[in-house]
């Protein structure tokens, strides 16, 4: 009411008989409110200011044909009609209003078209976002969450403790509700917004309850708030570091001494708010740690994003179905497809335009190649950052993006494979103990045999039986040997079989990527299988870009300039049993001849010629969006050069054997004595091109 006051109430205090000036005056006023609303944006929604920019322009376009139209008027009357055609250009006034009705019409199909793009970006944007924000292999259930604010939730975090495991956590149920999720890393931009854009815009808080949480002053005021505005608050435990309940509350009930001696600027932060008495606070956080306690009404839940997807499955399924009791809904599960009032809308406009768009764009636009990323990871260290990764980057790419897969019993293969060897060595050492024997008792008897050979042919007869019988007890010890290690190498195979799979699946989508991603971490080139992977990559001339995550460069160089030292025997067993298996598939490495065993220095040595000389990106999912949006940036272009280069690449090497190949073709062509091998195809010369290449 007061902006329509405003834009349209200063009319009245023009005289009405000043028709001109009123037309004039709005439409300067309109036009300065159209600059204003363009600047301004005041809407949340981009196509709802494109919606009020162009109904403004259409505004400004109507006073302006209105003041053609008195102009024209005023003319004809004093000067006549060829006058006012003369100045205006226009033979009456119903070509003017022809004129605006036709501009009002334009900017109508322009509003359109314009709205009708932006809803096509919308929803590519919502599509890849619901397909690749969640990169669980098992296909993740969704519930349509109708939000009464802004958000289907609150997460109330620790970032110290639980940064990339709450992204993660994030991108997972902005897929499984379809609605959007508050992470402070992502929303907030403002610490006076804190309450009023995320708390009060949220149907429920969830509460990720790490050791630590309850000691950062602004989880607790959002605690708080949740209390005055009741919003339900759903503590979540995190695998390996939730929190004590008992200390947790021995904390709230002496909360300001403990700040006092620990941390005086929380204290002071929370007085500045709460004033002296904390007793409502301490209240409000008791109350919390009494829901997370009452296991008799409902079980507690824990977010652990390093198991498998159908256990992270259910572990989001359960936090979903406690979000919905907590605010009132039921849960509907849906695992095809999407539903909800925008898709007649999506499928009868927006995805026929989308695919003639992508039809079009394929015609007319140069194809690029489609190249998959792979990240090499410790599964201990970074799980949940690389699940972060992998998510981001398959929403900016729109590709799927592997990772390193680690086996699920390591230290059952190898001491399987240890155990075989130990029964194969023990029956081989009774196996040569039996033939001693055998051999003393033949000896002895051919001795007995010489000393009686002059008193009895039987006492010969019967020395040569014994030997006869005692070789052939050594055969058969012999035979129980063979087959006893024969057993024991087919453990052995069947060990290494197990351990195979996954390495070898790591081999393969290796073969075809572009570029490969290390996420430095501590104890990543403490992992064998990460080793072996990163020589891979760098054996296959891959291109590999570091992703430092809290590493310590100086101790890594070290370290690479003694891998065996740095490693446990356990860790070198495996390390070369994978570089064993390596070896049956060396053929696919490249820079590796087929004589040269695989060592733990061939390693080293690939890893300090590569390793140390890339400059490595820094990554942190806790930061903000501008953070993550940069290094996305960087990566794509850090690949796409390498890709640039390698197309360059390529095409030299084709055009320098074209080269060879047409000189070779006009030599033969020469040559009178084989005038039969002349031809255009180097095949019909009976060489290859690997061949000629080497000629």
């Not at 991108?171 to 009060?200: C, N, P, Q, W």
């Not at 808080?205 to 759903?234: D, H, Y």
């Not at 030997?467 to 087919?490: L, N, P, R, S």
Request: with cysteine; net charge negative.
């Amino acid at each position: 009411m007061t902006r329509r006051v405003a834009l349209t109430g200063y009319v009245l205090l023009i005289d009405e008989s000043k028709h001109f000036l009123r037309l004039v005056v709005a439409m300067l006023v309109s036009l300065a409110y159209l600059m204003l609303m363009i600047r301004v944006r005041p809407y949340v929604r981009p196509e709802d200011d494109m919606l009020a920019c162009s109904s403004q322009t259409a505004l400004v376009l109507i006073f302006f044909c209105g003041i053609l139209m008195e102009t024209f008027q005023s003319l004809s009357d004093q000067a006549g009609v060829e006058a006012a055609e003369a100045s205006t250009g226009f033979d009456s006034t119903d070509s003017i209003v022809t004129m605006m009705i036709m501009c009002t019409i334009g900017m109508f199909c322009l509003s359109c078209i314009v709205i009708v793009v932006e809803g096509i970006k919308s929803y590519r944007l919502a599509f890849a976002r619901s397909k690749w924000a969640c990169t669980m292999e098992t296909n993740a259930p969704h519930f349509e969450w109708r939000a009464h604010g802004d958000y289907a939730c609150f997460l109330s975090h620790y970032k110290m403790e639980a940064a990339s495991d709450c992204r993660y956590l994030h991108d997972v149920l902005s897929k499984m509700l379809r609605s959007a999720i508050y992470y402070d890393s992502s929303s907030l931009t403002d610490l006076r917004t804190l309450f009023t854009e995320g708390i009060h815009q949220s149907d429920c808080i969830v509460l990720v309850a790490t050791k630590g949480v309850l000691t950062r002053p602004w989880c607790l005021l959002e605690l708080l708030e949740s209390k005055r505005k009741n919003v339900p608050v759903i503590p979540i435990g995190l695998t390996g570091a939730t929190w004590d309940a008992s200390e947790m509350r021995a904390y709230v009930n002496d909360m300001e001494a403990r700040l006092r001696t620990t941390d005086e600027p929380a204290l002071e932060l929370l007085q500045e708010h709460l004033g002296s008495d904390l007793s409502e606070l301490q209240t409000a956080i008791l109350e919390v740690i009494d829901t997370w306690q009452d296991t008799d009404t409902h079980a507690q839940l824990v977010w652990n994003p390093h198991v498998g997807d159908d256990e992270m499955l259910a572990n989001l399924k359960s936090l979903v179905e406690r979000m919905a009791v907590a605010t009132g809904r039921q849960v509907e599960w849906q695992t095809q497809t999407e539903t909800s009032d925008f898709d007649f809308l999506r499928r009868t406009v927006l995805e026929p335009l989308s695919n003639c768009v992508d039809r079009y764009a394929a015609q007319c636009l140069p194809h690029e190649s489609q190249a998959d990323l792979f990240i090499v990871h410790e599964h201990a260290d970074c799980k949940a950052d690389a699940l972060v990764l992998q998510s981001e980057l398959s929403v900016a790419t729109s590709k799927r993006v592997a990772m390193t897969t680690f086996p699920r019993a390591r230290p059952t293969t190898l001491s399987w494979l240890k155990s075989a060897e130990t029964a194969a060595a023990h029956v081989i050492h009774d196996a040569e103990g039996a033939v001693e024997q055998a051999i003393h008792a033949a000896e002895g008897a051919e001795t007995a045999a010489a000393h009686v050979i002059h008193d009895a042919e039987g006492a010969v007869e019967q020395a040569i039986h014994a030997a006869e019988g005692a070789k052939t007890a050594a055969a058969h010890v012999i035979h129980d040997a063979e087959a006893a290690v024969e057993q024991a190498i087919h453990a052995a195979e069947r060990s290494a079989a197990e351990m195979q799979d996954p390495f070898l699946q790591d081999l393969y989508v290796l073969e075809g990527v572009t570029t490969v991603l290390v996420l430095l971490t501590p104890n990543v080139l403490y992992s064998p299988r990460c080793l072996v992977t990163i020589f891979c990559a760098i054996s296959l001339g891959k291109h590999i870009v570091p992703i430092n995550i809290n590493y310590d460069f100086a101790a890594g160089k070290n370290h690479m300039r003694n891998l065996a030292g740095g490693l446990t025997s356990d860790d070198v067993n495996e390390l070369m049993c994978l570089l064993r298996l390596l070896g049956t598939h060396r053929e696919r490495l490249k820079g590796q001849s087929v004589s040269e065993p695989l060592t733990i220095f061939t390693v080293q040595n690939a890893l300090l010629g590569v390793m140390p000389n890339i400059i490595a990106i820094a990554w942190q999912p806790h930061a903000s969006d501008n953070h993550r949006q940069s290094v996305l940036k960087q990566i794509q272009r850090r690949a796409a050069t390498w890709r640039l280069k390698s197309m360059k690449s390529f095409k030299r090497k084709r055009r320098r054997s074209t080269v060879v190949k047409n000189a070779f073709v006009q030599t033969a062509r020469k040559m009178s004595t084989v005038p039969e091998c002349v031809g255009t195809s180097t095949q019909r010369l009976g060489f290859s091109l690997k061949g000629v290449s080497t000629v």
